[in-house]
C-alpha cells in the first residue's frame, strides 16, 4: 500500500498581473498544492478563486497564517515586500518573494538578516537563473557575457528603474560571470529620469556587460556569450544562434510552455522542492544582487 503525500499548504500573497501571467499557469494546475489566495481586492479574490477552484480566499494575511502555511510566494507590489516578508518570516514561513526584495540595499539586508537569524528560508524570484536557455549558456563558460534589456519610450526615475527592471541584467551578469566582482557605471539621466545604463563587471577571468536604453526603438531582451571559438545569441529567451563559418538556429519548441521557456517553472520548482524536503534556502547571494543595484543608483547620482 502506497501512502499519499499531503499537498503543501502555498500562500499567493498579491494576485496582479506577475502572479496571473507567470505563477498561476505553473502552479494552478498541480495536484500536490493546495494553493491559498491573499489580496485584499475582493473582486480578484473571488473572480480569481473561481477560476482556479482555490477555497481558501483571504484579505488579510493574518488570516492565511492562522489556517496554517507550508510557504508563501510574495507577488505583492515591491512597497509592499518589505512588511509582508517580515510578517512571514517571523512566522517561520518560507518564503519567496518576486524581485526586488526591497527598493533599496538597506531594507534587503534586513530581511535577509531576518531569514539568516530565523533559520527560515528566503528565495528571491530571479527567473531567468532557472530559464533553460541561460542555464546553457551559463554551461559554457565563456569569458566574454553582452546582455541588452530595452524598453520604448519608458524613462522613468532612477531607482524605480534600477531596482524593478535592471536588477534582472544585473543577477544574469552575476549568474553568466561569478567571479566578477569589479563594476564600472555609466549612464544618461535626463531631468531625474533614466534613459540609459550600462554596467560592466570583470574578474575571475570573465568579463560582463549589461545595458538598459529606456527610450530605444523597441522591447527586446539579448543576451550573446562568446570566447573560445564560440559565439552564442539569444534573443528574448526563445531564439537560440550559434553562431560560427554555418549558423545554427534553434526556436522555443511549439509545445514549450512560457513558464518553463522563462524560468518560472524551474523556479517555482526549486522553491517548492525544498518546502517539500525541509531544506532551508538562503537569499544571502540575491542580496549581493540589491548591493550592486545600490552602487548602481549611487553612481548614477541618485
Not at 554596467?199 to 556587460?209: I, Q, T
Not at 560560427?244 to 524560468?263: F, M
Not at 518546502?275 to 552602487?295: F, I, K, N, P, Q
Request: hydrophobic letters at 45%; charged letters at 25%.
Amino acid at each position: 500500500m502506497t501512502s499519499r503525500i499531503a499537498p503543501l499548504r502555498i500562500a499567493m500573497i498579491g494576485l496582479g498581473d506577475i502572479a496571473r501571467k507567470a505563477y498561476l499557469p505553473v502552479l494552478g494546475p498541480r495536484p500536490d498544492l493546495d494553493l491559498v489566495f491573499v489580496t485584499r481586492d475582493a473582486r480578484t479574490l473571488v473572480e480569481l478563486g473561481a477560476a482556479w477552484r482555490v477555497a481558501r480566499l483571504h484579505a488579510e494575511l493574518d488570516a492565511a497564517l492562522a489556517e496554517g502555511l507550508d510557504g508563501a510566494l510574495v507577488h505583492a507590489a515591491t512597497a509592499a515586500h518589505p512588511q509582508i516578508v517580515r510578517r512571514l518570516l517571523e512566522a517561520g514561513v518560507p518564503t519567496m518573494v518576486d524581485k526586488p526584495l526591497a527598493d533599496n540595499a538597506a531594507d534587503s539586508e534586513a530581511l535577509v538578516d531576518l531569514a539568516e537569524t530565523q533559520g527560515v528560508s528566503l528565495m528571491v524570484g530571479f527567473n531567468r537563473r532557472f530559464a533553460p536557455v541561460y542555464r546553457d549558456a551559463a554551461a559554457l563558460k565563456l569569458p566574454l557575457a553582452v546582455m541588452q534589456k530595452n524598453r520604448a519610450d519608458q524613462a522613468d526615475e532612477t531607482r524605480r528603474v534600477v531596482f524593478d527592471d535592471f536588477i534582472h541584467v544585473i543577477d544574469t551578469l552575476r549568474f553568466l560571470a561569478p567571479g566578477a566582482g569589479e563594476a564600472r557605471v555609466h549612464g544618461r539621466v535626463v531631468d531625474g529620469l533614466l534613459e540609459h545604463v550600462a554596467l560592466s563587471l570583470s574578474g575571475g577571468g570573465r568579463d560582463a556587460l549589461g545595458i538598459m536604453n529606456r527610450t530605444s526603438g523597441s522591447n527586446e531582451e539579448t543576451l550573446e556569450v562568446s570566447g573560445a571559438g564560440a559565439k552564442r545569441r539569444i534573443v528574448d529567451m526563445a531564439q537560440v544562434i550559434d553562431q560560427g563559418s554555418q549558423d545554427h538556429l534553434a526556436r522555443r519548441g511549439d509545445w514549450t510552455s512560457v513558464g518553463r521557456q522563462r524560468g518560472f517553472e524551474g523556479l517555482c520548482e526549486h522553491f517548492l522542492g525544498a518546502v517539500r524536503e525541509g531544506r532551508r534556502l538562503s537569499a544571502l547571494d540575491a542580496l549581493e544582487t540589491h548591493r550592486l543595484c545600490e552602487t548602481v543608483v549611487r553612481e548614477l547620482g541618485s
